[in-house]
Nanobody
Framework: QVQLLESGGGLVQAGDSLKLSCTVSGLTFSNHIMGWFRQAPGKEREFVATITELGGNTFYADSVSGRFTISRDNAKNMVYLQMKNLKPEDTAVYYC???????????WGQGTQVTVSL
């Protein structure tokens, strides 16, 4: 059974940093592209960042580029999202997701809440 479990969310102030983690089990982690997505209240879920199977390439949404960093540790089956200079508009539930090759993201976590106050 595939499981993705996010952690590290919380309530922070604008300008603060936060690091999210996602622990993955039940699949061959190094065969999967990993991504972070978020969904703010009343909005659709949106792409945040993605990292290729061995970590060689990363891609970011324009809204987080330069502030967020995605990374992974294939030995630990974990993916991370380091978030710096957080803004109130970053407030959302953050999800990690996994996909294999050119498939859609097939596996999703339950999400972790990030709230950024002024």
């Amino acid at each position: 059974q595939v499981q993705l479990l996010e952690s590290g969310g919380g309530l922070v102030q604008a300008g603060d940093s936060l690091k999210l983690s996602c622990t993955v089990s039940g699949l061959t982690f190094s065969n999967h592209i990993m991504g972070w997505f978020r969904q703010a209240p009343g909005k659709e879920r949106e792409f945040v960042a993605t990292i290729t199977e061995l970590g060689g390439n990363t891609f970011y949404a324009d809204s987080v580029s330069g502030r967020f960093t995605i990374s992974r540790d294939n030995a630990k089956n974990m993916v991370y999202l380091q978030m710096k200079n957080l803004k109130p508009e970053d407030t959302a539930v953050y999800y990690c997701a996994a996909r294999e090759g050119y498939n859609d993201y097939d596996y999703w976590g339950q999400g972790t809440q990030v709230t950024v106050s002024l």
